[in-house]
């Protein structure tokens, strides 16, 4: 059982030179949920093992066996949840870290089953030929702009939107690549809302932050509202022309140049043809009457007006 | 002769080559209005719906209009009353129009009431029958309000008086057309409260925001709070006509490309659609109408 006297690898402690990983009301907050996560483990695995354990044993002797298997489990639980926040940031860069060990493990086995000659001609093919074929290199290049935007959103909610009391941040679901750029899903922790990534240009610092065109969120369905859709828009899909099917229903046979009645004569058509005609001032007018709670115009400066929301 | 007889008629010599037969759509079909930025096919079915389109000049609000009149106007189901103060952007469906207003204030408020005599009726008849609203097979077709540019009616010609008339009228049609068949769409550059009505405005179930000059304009169209969640239709490139944001079923704005048609195959499908009705007896020369 540790007592906070106890340094933990991790450094929470700054003493003697060591460097800060987690910062200190980080580690406190952790450091407390471990500490209960641990007596609760003790109870629960202590006395269920107990009671299992009095079967086969002398009741004593099961007892002690208990209460020792959940101190184990308890000490377990306790350096999960402490070594959390440093964990946490091996799973985010999962995928990283799994493709760089790839590399070089895969190079160097290459290397030792192949020649050289060999080796460097699979790593041609392998990079090369994805890199040749256009679909297939800008489909990688869409997972690739997958994994930059979950840490570009991680970043961003870190540094920008507003946290719940415990500081935990959305949870970042699944992206997919879209025709326009990314479609990333979050779950909202209890202490959010869509509002609070709706207000003060919020989606404009997200664009910024995952270097995109522009940002939309909205909820993900009407099931759940924690659970929300970002998407994000890099490229413009729609630039080409659409047409329509609606001439496919009419025969070939309907010319596109039926005959045009003579209609009107071209008289008028210029700005001479038109004579100048002095303009006649309504007679009915009312007179304008001062208005007895003269309200002034609101003019905003962005040509905000607020009766257009009335 | 018994019934596997076939009868031989009389040949007449001046008997049409062909006969001819409509495109068999339907208003009950959704209209087909172009792309969404995943490329799947938007379709916005428009039976009992109403759709306002904004956006600035150029924006291509005519040319999606012309995609939901061209729909209707393939459908034999389906009535045209179109208003368009420019003359030129819905002109071209003008003979397969029953009604077709241009730029005359007191034909469109006339055409308006008669819009609202027609609903009225259809009440009264669906009550007398114990109905709520019509189906497919009904005794009477649907009718198509395509107004182009309303602000002409609504904001510039006429008095003061017409043009509250003219408002008055639409926003009763668009509130109360729905379930008679009657759809509005109706297209104006800046819907705001000096055009057209909030009362109007907000009435639309559907809304097409093509290009807007600012986010505001956008909020506008879409409805209050939609750029704040990242969509505006400021940020469409203004060379990219008919890219526009449209609320239709799921409620939230969906990125899509509208359908063009060139005027050439406006030509074609109007002349077409002409033919079939006037032979079906459906439309009525719209001359004539105009002419009474």
């Given at each position: 059982m540790s007592k906070s006297s106890q340094r933990s690898p991790f450094g929470w402690s700054n003493r003697g030179g060591q460097v800060t990983v987690i910062e200190a009301p980080v580690a406190r907050s952790y450091r407390r949920r471990a500490v209960i996560a641990f007596w609760v483990t003790l109870g629960v695995v202590g006395l269920l093992a107990a009671m299992v354990a009095s079967e086969y044993l002398h009741p004593i002797l099961g007892g002690l066996l208990g209460v020792v298997l959940g101190a184990v489990l308890g000490a377990v639980v306790f350096a999960l949840i402490v070594a959390w926040p440093v964990l946490r940031v091996f799973w985010h860069w999962l995928p990283e870290i799994v493709f760089g060990l790839a590399v070089v493990y895969g190079w160097t086995t290459l290397m030792e089953s192949t020649p050289l000659w060999g080796s460097l001609l699979i790593v041609a093919l392998v990079v090369g030929v994805p890199a040749a074929i256009a679909p297939v290199r800008r489909r990688v290049m869409a997972w690739i702009w997958c994994l930059i935007v979950?840490?570009?959103?991680?970043?961003?909610?870190?540094?920008?939107?507003?946290?719940?009391?415990?500081?935990?941040?959305?949870?970042?679901?699944?992206?997919?690549?879209?025709?326009?750029?990314?479609?990333?899903?979050?779950?909202?922790?209890p202490g959010l809302s869509l509002r609070d990534l709706e207000q003060d240009d919020q989606v404009q610092k997200l664009a910024v932050a995952c270097w995109a065109n522009e940002v939309r969120v909205m909820r993900a369905g009407r099931k759940y509202a924690a659970l929300i859709r970002i998407d994000i828009t890099r490229r413009e899909p729609l630039a080409h022309t659409v047409v329509s099917p609606l001439p496919d229903y009419v025969p070939r046979d309907v010319p596109a140049n039926a005959p045009t009645s003579p209609g009107m004569p071209p008289v008028g058509l210029d700005l001479p043809d038109v004579p100048d005609v002095p303009v006649s001032a309504p007679t009915d007018t009312p007179r304008q009457r001062k208005p007895r709670n003269p309200t002034t115009p609101t003019a905003s400066p962005n040509g905000f007006d607020p009766s257009d929301y009335a | 002769?018994?019934?596997?007889?076939?009868?031989?008629?009389?040949?007449?010599?001046?008997?049409?080559?062909?006969?001819?037969v409509g495109a068999g759509l339907s208003i009950f079909d959704p209209v087909f209005l172009g792309i969404d930025e995943f490329g799947h096919p938007a379709y916005l079915p428009m039976i009992y719906r109403n759709i306002l389109i904004g956006g600035e000049p150029g924006a291509g609000k005519s040319s999606l209009l012309n995609t939901?009149?061209?729909?209707?106007?393939?459908?034999?189901?389906?009535?045209?009353?179109?208003?368009?103060?420019?003359?030129?952007?819905?002109?071209?469906?003008?003979?397969?129009?029953?009604?077709?207003?241009?730029?005359?204030?007191d034909h469109a408020i006339r055409t308006l009431r008669r819009v609202q005599t027609v609903m009225?009726?259809?009440?009264?008849?669906?009550?007398?029958?114990?109905?709520?609203?019509?189906?497919?097979?009904?005794?009477?077709?649907?009718?198509?309000?395509?107004?182009?540019?309303?602000?002409?009616?609504?904001?510039?010609?006429?008095?003061?008086?017409?043009?509250?008339?003219?408002?008055?009228?639409?926003?009763?049609?668009?509130?109360?057309?729905?379930?008679?068949?009657?759809?509005?769409?109706?297209?104006?550059?800046r819907p705001s409260s000096d055009i057209i009505p909030p009362s109007l405005r907000d009435l639309f179930a559907w809304r097409f925001a093509g290009r807007c000059t600012n986010d505001v304009s956008s909020d506008i169209v879409l409805g209050h709070g939609w750029y704040a969640r990242g969509f505006s239709s400021n940020s469409i490139d203004p060379n990219n006509q008919g890219e526009g944001y449209l609320i239709a079923e799921g409620g939230i704005p969906n990125r899509v490309k509208a359908a063009y048609m060139t005027d050439a195959d406006i030509i074609r499908v109007a002349d077409y659609a002409t033919w079939t009705r006037r032979r079906s007896g459906l439309a009525a020369p719209a001359d004539l109408r105009t002419a009474a």
């Open positions: 979950r840490h570009r959103l991680r970043l961003c909610f870190a540094a920008f939107i507003a946290t719940n009391r415990h500081g935990s941040l959305p949870l970042i679901l699944l992206a997919r690549p879209t025709p326009a750029g990314e479609r990333v899903w979050v779950w909202l922790r | 002769m018994d019934l596997t007889d076939t009868i031989e008629l009389p040949p007449q010599p001046d008997a049409p080559q062909t006969v001819p939901i009149v061209g729909h209707a106007a393939l459908c034999p189901d389906v009535r045209l009353c179109l208003l368009d103060g420019k003359q030129v952007e819905l002109g071209l469906w003008k003979d397969a129009a029953d009604v077709f207003v241009g730029p005359d204030m009225d009726n259809r009440y009264s008849f669906l009550l007398a029958r114990r109905r709520r609203k019509i189906g497919p097979n009904d005794l009477f077709g649907q009718i198509l309000v395509a107004c182009d540019e309303i602000a002409y009616f609504s904001a510039t010609a006429g008095d003061k008086k017409d043009q509250d008339l003219f408002a008055a009228l639409l926003r009763d049609i668009v509130a109360r057309g729905r379930a008679v068949g009657i759809i509005v769409a109706a297209a104006t550059q």
